[in-house]
């Protein structure tokens, strides 16, 4: 049926009397209209109130809606974003809001556009009771005034879009989609698992998840809050002119589950990247209730047999007013050959108390023979298994190191620690055993959780021709309570000896020709090397 302009009643912002119900009983009002160009066609919303104008009660009359293209026969249905929270009755005074959502073909001119509203007369048949044409000069592109949902008046706006690597071959694309509560009245969002998004790309859909991690589902009138919306495309997938990302929930009382798609707004075809992290260089995240910085402070390689491990740590400090979780990071590496490993991680379930320190370890182990040059980690605030937000991007380069001084280890470091070893012997006691002491120093901050998780000092003692004679490990730091197998650390500021049987020595003459103690950091099964240092025979 083309309407075009024969019953067009009102312009948008006008309100007029709802027909047929006790002359001006109930009013209706088009308050306003959104047009936003997308990738597939032209959305267009428009804002519908009905009230109930007088002091008694009134049924609420069942409504749909369209869209229709002027002097065309053109039209398209339109979803009500704001379905299941219209009441049967409306008392004197009370008004009910539908968000009437349809798409239409690209390229249309906007002030072309009429809503019309429809009552249903029968089980098959509709009637028109209001027709509004968009106004000219309608646009685009952003929900700040707020979209009608089932929940409440709510407002959208994509605040960043990433595409992220997978060792598995496939890329994530995540949208970080500000959520804010534009309604009068406190607003209960839906349960994570209620929630449901994706992307379209064209006429292609790729369902993904939505979630958010503030913990409470509650959002005051102005609070915002974000939700990510996130899908997984196989690596080679083209973004070409960007994508439209939707937002939606789920109403489990229905059966079968009714979807209705709140939103669907363009990412743009430029992605965001990365922030670009340095050694030292300070970042923070401040949103979902959590408040932290965080910085690289350091990153090694270590030794796994024939294979490399490359490491990264990351200091985060609580900065909330009280005491808050500590951010679970994750990533991947990636080279310029395209190689993506996921990044393991020392992370910790712990709670930091105001302006605790965590330190998190990230590390990947490469194939034998794949160098360490020109790798990249890429990581970020855990939101999933393969999924982070806050994404920061570093290139990855062994931290300064401390050489050897002297025939001494002279403030070595390892992380937030630095150790010197100095006057270091080799004394054969009367009792049939060598003795090997040494001066040790520790220097550093205490205090911050995961700083010796799976992480030790391995002292060997070599001969002349670097060949193992015996091994020591040690703990980085003295265990906050002693168990089964549990290292002892090293004195600071004392003398710390170790002692090996005579007749333990396999190659007597290359041990007294050149005693070596070497110095490792153990981590996760690999060492790195951290000095070498020569034994005086007494």
Do not use: C
């Not at 899908?231 to 994508?243: H, N, R, S």
Request: charged fraction near 15%; hydrophobic fraction near 35%; aromatic fraction near 8%.
């Amino acid at each position: 049926m083309n309407l075009a302009d024969s019953i067009k009643q009102a312009q948008a912002g006008e309100t007029i009397a709802y027909p047929g119900v006790g002359g001006s009983a109930l009013s209706m009002v088009t308050e306003r209209f959104s047009v936003v160009p997308m990738q597939d066609g032209t959305q267009v919303t428009g804002i519908f109130t009905l009230k109930n104008e007088t002091e008694g009660v009134l049924p609420v009359p069942s409504l749909s809606a369209g869209y229709q293209i002027s002097q065309s026969t053109l039209s398209v249905n339109a979803a009500d974003n704001a379905a299941g929270s219209h009441p049967a009755y409306l008392a004197g005074g009370e008004s009910t809001t539908y968000s009437f959502t349809g798409t239409l073909p690209k390229g249309i001119d906007a002030s072309s556009i009429q809503l019309v509203i429809w009552e249903k007369a029968s089980a098959t048949a509709s009637l028109p009771v209001n027709v509004v044409g968009v106004p000219s000069g309608t646009g685009s592109g952003s929900t700040s005034d707020g979209v009608y949902t089932s929940v409440g008046r709510l407002a959208f706006k994509v605040n960043s879009t990433y595409r992220l690597m997978t060792e598995s071959g496939d890329d994530v694309v995540m949208s970080e989609i500000e959520v804010r509560n534009n309604d009068s009245k406190v607003v209960t969002l839906p349960a994570a698992s209620a929630l449901y998004g994706g992307l379209q790309i064209g006429s292609y859909d790729a369902p993904g998840k939505a979630i958010y991690l503030q913990s409470s589902p509650l959002l005051n009138p102005g609070q915002a809050t974000t939700v990510y919306v996130y899908t997984k495309l196989p690596y080679d997938t083209e973004l070409a002119g960007g994508g439209n990302v939707y937002l939606g929930a789920t109403d489990t009382k229905t059966t079968p589950a009714a979807k209705t798609e709140w939103i669907k707004l363009p990412i743009g075809a430029k992605l965001s990247a990365p922030a670009e992290a340095s050694l030292s260089g300070e970042w923070m995240i401040n949103k979902n209730g959590q408040l932290s910085t965080g910085k690289v402070v350091e990153s090694k390689v270590y030794d796994v047999g024939t294979q490399k491990m490359m490491a990264v740590r990351i200091l985060q400090t609580n900065k909330a007013t009280r005491n808050g979780s500590v951010i679970p990071y994750i990533g991947y590496a990636a080279d310029a050959n395209g190689n993506v490993w996921t990044l393991k991680t020392t992370e910790e379930t712990v709670k930091l108390g105001k302006d605790g320190q965590e330190l998190t370890t990230l590390w990947a182990t490469l194939p034998a023979g794949v160098s360490t040059d020109d790798w990249r980690f890429v990581f970020g605030s855990k939101l999933d298994a393969d999924v982070f937000t806050d994404a920061q991007s570093y290139a990855f380069a062994v931290s300064p190191e401390a050489g050897l001084t002297g025939g001494q280890i002279s403030r070595a470091s390892l992380y937030p620690y630095n150790i010197t070893m100095n006057n270091a012997k080799l004394l054969l006691n009367g009792n049939g055993t060598y003795e090997v002491s040494f001066d040790y120093i520790q220097e550093g901050q205490s205090g911050i959780s995961g700083v010796s998780k799976n992480r030790s000092l391995q002292l060997v003692l070599q001969d002349y021709n670097d060949e193992t004679v015996k091994s020591w490990e040690y703990a980085l730091e003295k265990p906050q309570a002693a168990g089964t197998g549990a290292l002892t650390a090293l004195e600071s500021g004392k003398t710390n000896k170790m002692s090996i049987a005579l007749n333990a020595v396999p190659d007597l003459a290359a041990l007294i020709n050149g005693p070596k103690l070497a110095v490792y950091e153990k981590f996760e099964g690999g060492t790195r090397l951290i000095g070498k240092i020569s034994l005086s025979l007494y």
